[in-house]
């Protein structure tokens, strides 16, 4: 049985990769985080250059301004549980964490396979610019 089946979603729309967290996030950490838009799906990540959390939706991408101290506190450690590397100040990450804000679910994904879903969900969303 695939990742996606045993979480309860259909493999088209979690990849097999992506690793739900089990354990307890803040409530709203989309919104902790820096984000306010209103795409389903956002990763975020921690860059070094720009020394903050960046997020990525379906639809454009963004620096917040000051949650890299949430995100140290809360996701870079949970991270160190899950075996990934969310980004510091000493690297690049390499994975991200991904919220589902529609069944209000989060996972860990490696970075290449997160942005290759966001931009295949893309591909599929109507435009409304």
């Known amino acids: 049985m695939s990742t996606a089946a045993r979480i309860g979603g259909a493999s088209s729309d979690i990849p097999d990769d992506f690793v739900e ?6 409530s709203q950490i989309d919104r902790q985080l820096g984000y306010f838009g209103q795409c389903r799906f956002v990763t975020f990540r921690y860059e070094p250059r720009a020394e903050d959390v960046m997020w990525t939706d379906e639809r454009s991408f963004g620096i917040s301004t000051g949650a890299w101290q949430l995100f140290h506190r809360e996701i ?6 899950y075996d990934v590397n969310v980004g510091s100040e000493q690297q690049v ?5 991904i919220c589902d804000r529609v069944k209000l679910t989060a996972y860990f994904a490696p970075r290449a ?3 290759g879903f966001l931009a295949r969900r893309r591909e599929v969303l109507p435009n409304v610019a």
Not at 93 to 97: G, I, R
């Open 76 to 81: 870079s450690s949970l991270a160190g549980l």
């Open 21 to 26: 967290i089990v354990d307890c996030l803040p």
């Open 93 to 97: 990450a390499e994975h991200v964490l």
């Open 113 to 115: 396979s997160a942005e």
